[in-house]
């Protein structure tokens, strides 16, 4: 499973999420930066992204249009990067079961 940040997020956070999260890539990394919802959407769609915001909107979304792309929602205050890698990292199997097992289309953390 490989996520892709939001702009929101850190791309500093990408090397770190490798081992657990093989291919993973942060928005700006991407050369989407300031591009619209949809965008972003269509993008993780085709190349098999998993979505990870703080932006309510993609939960929205994925209400509307389902999966994929998944998403997962971090209902966090804005966290430094070593929090917010914490909190993916220590919720890997949750999210593993959430989204693989059970087909979920957005999960929220907090």
């Given at each position: ?23 993973s ?26 979505i ?44 593993q ?14």
């Amino acid at each position: 499973m490989k996520l892709l940040l939001d702009e929101n997020l850190s791309r500093r956070l990408v090397p770190f999420l490798q081992h657990d999260f093989a291919g993973s890539s942060q928005v700006v990394l991407e050369g989407l930066a300031s591009c619209s919802d949809t965008e972003l959407w269509n993008f993780a769609k085709a190349q098999g992204f998993v979505i990870v915001t703080r932006d309510a909107d993609f939960e929205e979304l994925s209400l509307v249009w389902g999966a994929p792309p998944q998403v997962i929602w971090l209902k966090t205050q804005n966290l430094n990067r070593a929090a917010t890698l914490k909190i993916l990292l220590e919720n890997k199997l949750q999210i593993q079961e959430s989204l693989l097992t059970h087909g979920m289309a957005c999960i929220e953390l907090s």
